[in-house]
C-alpha cells in the first residue's frame, strides 16, 4: 500500500502511452487528426502523473518500489531465480519519466505541424508507433530490475525501428531502419548475456534493496560477504564485476551510439524529423546512459569498466565531433552532435561524475528535442530541403524558430549561461578532478572532452550561420512555407528550457557566490535521510562513497576550484564559435571545408567506419557463416540424413515379410514360439 | 477308477497338434476356425484335467467361460468369413492379401 496516491498511479505513467497506442492503432482513421489527439492527451496525461511523482518526491517522500507481477517463481532453496516486474520510483526515475513525457508530448505536437499539415498518410500508424515507443521507454525508466529494464530496452530498439522505416515505400528508411536495428541488436546481444551473467552470480537482476545485486556486489567487495556469489572463468570477484559491467556495456555502446557502434545513428535521421528528436532527446539513446546510470552504484566498483567508459565516451566526443564539421545536411550535423554529447555523458559516468552525467542528460534532452524541432521547422519550410547550402537567410522569415533554434545553439555548443555550458563543464571539472588525483586514463578522456568543445563550438555556428544567415540560396529559402502554433508552441516551450535549465545545477557560481545553487546534486540525494533505507544504495552521494573507497574505484579529488576548468571551456567553446563566425558569416559564404583536403574525404566518409562495417560483414562474417553452412549442410545434415536413409531401406526390406497370408503369420508364430522355449530349455537346463 | 492325469494331458496334445497342424497346412477358411476350435479345447481339456487332479473347481469354471468365448469367436469368425466371400468369391485365405505393402 503506497503512502502516496500519485505512487499508485504510477503504472498509468507508462499505461497511458500503451492507451494511446491501442486507440490510434484501431480507431486513429476515424478520428479527426488520425490519432494525434490521444497520443497527445496521453503523453499529456503522462507528463501531469511524472511532475506530481517528482514533487511528491520533492516534499520528502519516500522514493517508492514495488512489485507487480511475478511471471516466473523461481523453486526454493535450490538457487531458483524470480523473474518479475516492478516500478521503482527514485530521483533519477521521476526525472527521466518527467523528461520523457514532456519531450514526448512536446514532439507529438510538432507532428501535427510535421506531419499532419504536411498531408502525409498512415498517420493512425505513426501515432501508434510514438505512444509503443514512449511507453516502453517509460516502462524501461522505472525498471525495478535488469531483465524488465532488458525487455523494454528490445522494445525501444522495435519501435526506434518502425519510425526510423516509417515511410518504407522510399528506398532510404527501410535501409536506415534495418541498420538501426542490427547495429542495435549487435550491441544487445552483449547485454542479453551479461544480463544471464547477472543471474548466474547473483541470483537475482534487482536494482534496489539489501538482496539487489548492485549491494550484494557491494558487500562482496567491501565485507567480503561473497558466499552468495558466483563467480566464473576463475576470475576473482572484482574481476568478474568488471566482465558483467563490460558486458551489459555492450548494449550501452548499441542504444547510445557510441564509438564502434555509433553508425546507425546517421542513417536514423531518415525518419521523420519529430522521430528523430523523440530517439535523439528522450529516447532511444538516452536508454543507453540511463541504463549505466541505474545501475551505477555496479559500475562504481570497477576502475577498468569505468576507465573503459571514459575513454570509449571521450573518444567518440571528439571523434563524432569532427565528422559533423563537414556534413551538409542540417539532421546529419545533429545527428552527429548527438553522438558527441552522449559521448561526453559517457564520459562523465566513467570519470565518476554521476550526477554531471545526469545533469547533461536532462539539459541535453531539452535542448537536443529543440534543435531536431527547429530542423523540423526549417524542413517544412524549405519544402523537404535538408542541405543547408540551400538554405540561407532564414533568419527574417522565421523569427521564432530562428530565435529558439539560436537559444538551442549555444546550449549545444556549450555557451554561458546557456544549459549546455553548465552540464557539459561539471563534466570536465569532474572528470579533471579525478583524473589529476591519479587516474592518467580520465585525463586522456578530458582532453578529448576538451578538444571537443571546440569543435562543438565550430560546426554547431557553421550550422546556424549556414542556415539562418547570409543570403538566400535557393528559392525555397527565399520564399520559405509559413508555420503554424503547432510547430512554434514547443520550439518556444522548450527555447525557454534550454536557456533556463542549466540554472538546477550552477556548481563554478556557488563557488564563487558562496551560496548553495547545486539543486540537481540534492535532487539525487533524496533517499540518504534514513541511512537504514533501501534506497540510500540509490543516491549520488553512496555513488561518491563507493567510487571513492579502497573497494570501489578508488577514485580520489585533486583540490581545484571549478572556476579555472569553465573559463578554459568557455573560452574554447567561443574560440570555436568564433572560427565558424570568421569562415561562415560572409552573406555568400563557401564551402570552407573543401581546404581540409584529403582531411574533409574522410571525415565526409565518416572515416570509412561504414566501409569497415560492412567489410567485417561481408569479408568476415559471411565466410564464417558460409563455413558453418557447409558443416551443418554436410555433417550435421548428413547424419540426419543417414539415419532417415538407413531406416528407409531396411524398412524397405522388413517389410517384405508381411506377406498377407495368415498362413505364413501362423508359421512364424509357430516357430516363434518353439524357438522360445528352446531357448528357455537351454538356458534352464531342462535337457 | 480314475483314469491318470498324464493320459488327458496327452490327448490335449493330441487335439492341440491337429488343430495346429490344420492352421498351417489348410487354406479354406472355415477349416482354419475350426482348426482353432480344437486348439481352445485342447486347453479346456488340460483346464479340467487339472482342476479334477487338484479337486479344485476354479478350472472348470475357466474352462465354462473359455467355451462361450469360443462360441463368440464362431459367431465373428463366421462373419469374417462371410465378407471375405463376398469380397473375393472365395473362402481361400491366401488369397486375400490386398492389404499388404
Known amino acids: 500500500m503506497a503512502e502516496h496516491l500519485v505512487f499508485e498511479l504510477a503504472p498509468a505513467i507508462a499505461g497511458l502511452p500503451f492507451l494511446a497506442f491501442l486507440i490510434a492503432l484501431f480507431f486513429g482513421k476515424y478520428m479527426p487528426k488520425k490519432g494525434a489527439l490521444a497520443g497527445i492527451a496521453a503523453a499529456a496525461g503522462s507528463l501531469v502523473l511524472a511532475v506530481w511523482t517528482a514533487a511528491t518526491l520533492f516534499g520528502g517522500a519516500e522514493p517508492y518500489h514495488t512489485h507487480i507481477y511475478d511471471f516466473v517463481l523461481g523453486a526454493e532453496g535450490v538457487g531458483g531465480v524470480d523473474l518479475s516486474f516492478g516500478i521503482l520510483i527514485d530521483p533519477l526515475s521521476a526525472l527521466m519519466l518527467v523528461i520523457v513525457t514532456l519531450i514526448s508530448t512536446l514532439i507529438q505536437i510538432h507532428s501535427l505541424g510535421y506531419m499532419n499539415d504536411d498531408g502525409q498518410t498512415g498517420l493512425p500508424r505513426y501515432y501508434a508507433e510514438l505512444g509503443l515507443f514512449t511507453f516502453s521507454m517509460l516502462a524501461f525508466v522505472y525498471s525495478d530490475n535488469l531483465l524488465m529494464a532488458f525487455m523494454f530496452f528490445e522494445l525501444v530498439g522495435l519501435c526506434s525501428y518502425l519510425l526510423i522505416g516509417f515511410w518504407f515505400r522510399d528506398e532510404g528508411p527501410p535501409s536506415g531502419a534495418k541498420k538501426a536495428f542490427l547495429v542495435t541488436r549487435f550491441g544487445d546481444y552483449f547485454f542479453l548475456i551479461g544480463v544471464v551473467a547477472v543471474f548466474a552470480t547473483f541470483g537475482t537482476t534487482a536494482f534496489v534493496g539489501e538482496d539487489s545485486f548492485v549491494v550484494m556486489a557491494e558487500h562482496a567487495l567491501a565485507d567480503g560477504a561473497t558466499e552468495h556469489i558466483t563467480t566464473y572463468l576463475g576470475l576473482d570477484v572484482q574481476q568478474w564485476f568488471t566482465v558483467i559491467g563490460l558486458l551489459v556495456l555492450g548494449g550501452v555502446v548499441g542504444k547510445s551510439a557510441q564509438f564502434p557502434l555509433h553508425t546507425w545513428l546517421p542513417d536514423a535521421m531518415e525518419g521523420p524529423t519529430p522521430v528523430s528528436a523523440l530517439i535523439h532527446a528522450a529516447t532511444m539513446v538516452a536508454a543507453g546512459v540511463y541504463l549505466v546510470a541505474r545501475m551505477y552504484g555496479f559500475y562504481a566498483l570497477s576502475p577498468t569498466a569505468l576507465g573503459v567508459i571514459a575513454l570509449i565516451g571521450g573518444f567518440t566526443a571528439l571523434f563524432a565531433a569532427t565528422m559533423a564539421v563537414v556534413k551538409q545536411e542540417i539532421k546529419q550535423v545533429l545527428a552527429y552532435s548527438t553522438i558527441s554529447q552522449y559521448g561526453y555523458m559517457m564520459l562523465a559516468l566513467g570519470g565518476g561524475a554521476y550526477t554531471a552525467a545526469v545533469f547533461h542528460l536532462t539539459t541535453h534532452a531539452v535542448f537536443k528535442a529543440l534543435l531536431f524541432l527547429g530542423a523540423g521547422s526549417v524542413i517544412i519550410a524549405m519544402h523537404h530541403d535538408e542541405n543547408m547550402w540551400n538554405m540561407g537567410g532564414l533568419k527574417d522569415d522565421m523569427r521564432v524558430t530562428y530565435l529558439t533554434f539560436l537559444a538551442g545553439s549555444l546550449a549545444l555548443a556549450g555557451i554561458f549561461p546557456f544549459a549546455g555550458f553548465w552540464s557539459k563543464d561539471e563534466v570536465l571539472y569532474e572528470t579533471l578532478i579525478h583524473g589529476l588525483a591519479g587516474s592518467p586514463l580520465l585525463l586522456v578522456g578530458y582532453a578529448f572532452g576538451l578538444l571537443s568543445v571546440f569543435v562543438t563550438g565550430f560546426y554547431t555556428f557553421r550550422m546556424v550561420l549556414l542556415t539562418f544567415h547570409g543570403n538566400p540560396r535557393s528559392d525555397a529559402a527565399r520564399d520559405p512555407a509559413s508555420l503554424r502554433w503547432n510547430t512554434k508552441l514547443p520550439v518556444a516551450v522548450l527555447g525557454i528550457g534550454a536557456a533556463t535549465i542549466g540554472f538546477i545545477n550552477m556548481k563554478p557560481v556557488e563557488e564563487l557566490a558562496g551560496t548553495h545553487l547545486t539543486f540537481l546534486h540534492d535532487w539525487l540525494a533524496i533517499g540518504t535521510v534514513g541511512e537504514e533505507s533501501e534506497f540510500a544504495a540509490l543516491t549520488t552521494e553512496h555513488y561518491h562513497h563507493i567510487l571513492f573507497a579502497d573497494y570501489g574505484a578508488g577514485y580520489s579529488a585533486a583540490d581545484l576550484g571549478p572556476l579555472i576548468p569553465a573559463v578554459v571551456s568557455l573560452g574554447l567553446a567561443l574560440a570555436g564559435v568564433g572560427a565558424a563566425w570568421v569562415l561562415y558569416s560572409d552573406p555568400d559564404p563557401v564551402p570552407q571545408t573543401k581546404k581540409l583536403g584529403s582531411v574533409r574525404t574522410l571525415l565526409m566518409n565518416n572515416y570509412y567506419q561504414d566501409e569497415f562495417q560492412v567489410w567485417l560483414a561481408r569479408g568476415v562474417t559471411v565466410p564464417v557463416a558460409k563455413a558453418a553452412d557447409t558443416f551443418d549442410q554436410s555433417i550435421i545434415d548428413g547424419v540426419v540424413n543417414g539415419v532417415g536413409s538407413v531406416s528407409l531401406f531396411s524398412g524397405e526390406r522388413f517389410r517384405r515379410i508381411q506377406t498377407g497370408v495368415v498362413s505364413n503369420y501362423a508359421t512364424l508364430l509357430t516357430l516363434g514360439l518353439t524357438l522360445l522355449l528352446v531357448v528357455f530349455g537351454l538356458v534352464g537346463g531342462w535337457f | ?101
Do not use: K, P
Not at chain 2, 10 to 26: D, K, M, P, Q, Y
Not at chain 2, 56 to 64: A, D, P, W
Open chain 2, 1 to 101: 477308477m480314475a483314469v491318470a492325469v498324464q493320459y488327458y494331458l496327452l490327448l490335449s496334445a493330441v487335439v492341440f497338434c491337429t488343430g495346429l497342424f490344420g492352421i498351417l497346412v489348410r487354406r479354406n477358411a472355415l477349416m482354419f476356425l475350426m482348426s482353432v476350435e480344437l486348439m481352445l479345447n485342447a486347453g479346456n481339456i488340460n483346464l479340467v484335467a487339472f482342476s479334477h487332479y487338484y479337486g479344485n473347481l476354479t478350472g472348470q469354471v475357466f474352462s465354462l467361460f473359455i467355451i462361450a468365448l469360443a462360441a463368440a469367436e464362431v459367431a465373428i469368425g463366421i462373419g469374417i468369413i462371410l465378407v471375405l466371400y463376398r469380397n473375393f468369391d472365395d473362402i481361400d485365405v491366401t488369397e486375400a492379401t490386398t492389404m499388404r505393402w
